[in-house]
């Protein structure tokens, strides 16, 4: 369901609105406003998923009042002038009607808001989604167990590559390339630092212009990854 607030000065234009909203099973409103003023006073007690906002209204318009939201709800103007499409677009709003509408293009722009939800809940449940804090490699006959807090850092050699843990003397030779292994990394967590070496980020001791020391470990930076380097550190 996908809550709606009516934002116009106008009486039978809202009353229009209230009506092709209550046509529509997917839409709910949740409030019919007369100024900007007056739905600002409402965002701030409702949760507004959908603004449908004329744009020329007294006092503050509605390109303003868009623009003063700190968290934007989806928003689709519903006006009389067509010379404000480029500056509501510039504002990612879903869609642009120019009064009078025609109820099956107040559907579409409604199914555009259903469809963009949907994409928003989506990225929501993706990003909670946890990342495995572990991968799995092939070496000697076996898949071992790699736990991503132990890698210090990892050193490619063609199709192979050699992952270096921490207290472990000897590293891990697996047959992979380093583009293999950059994928089963997670963003933001390693940094390529040379051709053949990626380090962990939260293991890094010290940078100097040519190196990037791991505790007494010294491996090589290249000028081509160093400002990519100093930039994921800030």
């Known amino acids: 369901m996908i809550r709606c607030l009516a934002v116009d000065d106008e009486t039978p234009a809202l009353d229009i609105l209230e009506d092709n909203i209550q046509q529509v099973p997917f839409l709910q409103l949740i409030g019919k406003c007369k100024s900007a003023y007056a739905a600002m006073e409402l965002l701030q007690k409702e949760q507004v998923d959908l603004l449908f906002l004329d744009i020329e209204m007294p006092g503050i318009n509605g390109l303003s009042?868009?623009?003063?939201?700190?968290?934007?709800?989806?928003?689709?103007?519903?006006?009389?002038?067509?010379?404000?499409?480029?500056?509501?677009?510039?504002?990612?709003?879903?869609?642009?009607?120019?009064?009078?509408?025609?109820?099956?293009?107040?559907?579409?722009?409604?199914?555009?808001?259903?469809?963009?939800?949907?994409?928003?809940?989506?990225?929501?449940?993706?990003?909670?989604v946890q990342t495995p804090d572990y991968f799995f490699v092939h070496t000697e006959y076996q898949l071992v167990k790699i736990f991503l807090k132990e890698i210090t850092y990892i050193e490619g050699m063609r199709n192979y590559v050699k992952i270096y843990i921490a207290d472990n003397p000897k590293p891990i030779l697996s047959k992979l390339t380093m583009r293999a292994l950059e994928e089963k990394l997670p963003p933001g967590t390693y940094a390529r630092v040379h051709k053949s070496f990626i380090v962990m980020i939260d293991k890094i001791t010290s940078i100097t212009n040519d190196t990037v020391r791991i505790k007494t470990t010294e491996i090589p930076l290249s000028r081509s990854n160093r400002n990519d380097l100093l930039g994921r550190l800030g």
């Open 65 to 128: 009042l868009l623009k003063s939201l700190p968290n934007k709800p989806m928003a689709i103007f519903i006006t009389a002038y067509r010379n404000y499409a480029v500056e509501g677009f510039d504002l990612d709003v879903l869609d642009y009607l120019v009064k009078p509408v025609a109820f099956d293009r107040f559907l579409k722009a409604a199914n555009k808001a259903l469809e963009y939800q949907g994409f928003l809940q989506k990225e929501t449940r993706n990003a909670l």
